[in-house]
Nanobody, 129 residues
Framework: QVQLVESGGGLVQARDSLRLSCSAS????????MAWFRQAPGKEREFVAG????????YYADSVKGRFTISRDNAKNTVCLQMNTLKPEDTAVYLC??????????????????????WGQGTQVTVSS
């Protein structure tokens, strides 16, 4: 069973940058879609970014488009989220997620949390104004 561990969160000021990492163990991510979600206090978990197993299919939430970049390194079993020009409204716990591997040429990158089976514990990102 794959396990995910996030790192890289912290306290930063508005317009700063952070780079989050998600390391997988217990299984390879090479045929899995990977995604980042976030959850702020009192709010529902929301999709941030997702990337297909090949890296060529990528989706972003409108709120982060142009500021965040998701990437993956299958050889290192790692997915990263580069976050630039951070805003106070980006404050949340950021969680890495994945789902069962797929085979063949199709690529599915869901944007709803219920479509993901495995989750990390999350890393806190706090952006002060």
């Amino acid at each position: 069973q794959v396990q995910l561990v996030e790192s890289g969160g912290g306290l930063v000021q508005a317009r700063d940058s952070l780079r989050l990492s998600c390391s997988a163990s217990g299984g390879t991510i090479s045929r899995r879609s990977m995604a980042w979600f976030r959850q702020a206090p009192g709010k529902e978990r929301e999709f941030v970014a997702g990337i297909g197993w090949s890296g060529s299919t990528i989706y972003y939430a409108d709120s982060v488009k142009g500021r965040f970049t998701i990437s993956r390194d299958n050889a290192k079993n790692t997915v990263c989220l580069q976050m630039n020009t951070l805003k106070p409204e980006d404050t949340a716990v950021y969680l890495c997620a994945t789902r069962a591997p797929t085979f063949g040429s199709s690529v599915v990158v869901p944007t709803t949390s219920t479509r993901y089976d495995y989750w990390g514990q999350g890393t806190q990102v706090t952006v002060s104004s």
